[in-house]
C-alpha cells in the first residue's frame, strides 16, 4: 500500500518559470513532510519540510504548501534553475510513533533552456 | 559529501550469493537506516538501528539482515540472492530516532545477474 503517492514521473519546465511538484498521502497520522532532492549517482539530499500545524514554510526559492484536509502537499520551485534538474521525493512520517520516513516514488524535474 | 560512506559504491553478483553492504554514518549520529530504491520505485525502508538496537523494521526480506556495531558503523547482510534483489540500497542517518532530517549516503548498486 504506497502510502505517500506522486503521481507525476516526470515534468519538465522552462527556465525561469514555477515548477509544481505534488504528493499526496493517505494516512491522517502523518504530521510531518519532507522533500528531498536526488542527483544522479548521489543519495537524496533534504530540501525543506513542514509540519501539519504550519500550511505553508518557505526558504529562499523553495515553498511547500500543506492541505490537510485534502491530504495533499507540493513543492514549488520559483525561478527554476537549470540546476534544479533532479529527482525529488515527498516524504511523511508520524512523528508519535515510528521514526521512519515514508517515501513516494518521486518526480524527476528537468528545467530546460 | 554528505558525511555517510556507502562501501562499495557497486557490486555486481551472482544469483545465490551473499553480500554484505556496509555504512558509516555521519559523526555524531546515533540512528542508522537503509532504504531499498529498486527500478522506478521509491525508497522501501527496510530496517532502523539506534545505538546499536534495532529500532524499527520495514518490508525487509528474512534473507536479508543488519546490524549496528558498537562503532555505530552499519551492515546490511544480503544472502541467497536473486535477480529482484538487484537495486540501490541506501544508508542513513540522524541525530537521534526522531529526528526527520536524514542525512543519506551516496548508496551501494547492487546488480544481481
Partial sequence: DQQVKQNSPSLSVQEGRISILNCDYTNSMFDYFLWYKKYPAEGPTFLISISSIKDKNEDGRFTVFLNKSAKHLSLHIVPSQPGDSAVYFCAAINTGTASKLTFGTGTRLQVTL | ?113
Avoid: M
Wanted: hydrophobic fraction near 30%; include cysteine; charge should be negative.
Fill in chain 2, 1 to 113: 559529501d554528505s558525511g555517510v560512506t556507502q562501501t562499495p559504491k557497486h557490486l555486481i553478483t551472482a544469483t545465490g550469493q551473499r553480500v554484505t553492504l556496509r555504512c558509516s554514518p555521519r559523526s555524531g549520529d546515533l540512528s542508522v537506516y537503509w532504504y531499498q530504491q529498486s527500478l522506478d520505485q521509491g525508497l522501501q525502508f527496510l530496517i532502523q538501528y539506534y545505538n546499536g538496537e534495532e529500532r524499527a523494521k520495514g518490508n525487509i526480506l528474512e534473507r536479508f539482515s543488519a546490524q549496528q556495531f558498537p562503532d555505530l558503523h552499519s551492515e546490511l547482510n544480503l544472502s541467497s540472492l536473486e535477480l529482484g534483489d538487484s537495486a540501490l540500497y541506501f544508508c542513513a542517518s540522524s541525530v537521534s530516532g526522531a529526528n526527520y532530517g536524514y542525512t543519506f549516503g551516496s548508496g551501494t548498486r547492487l546488480t544481481v545477474v
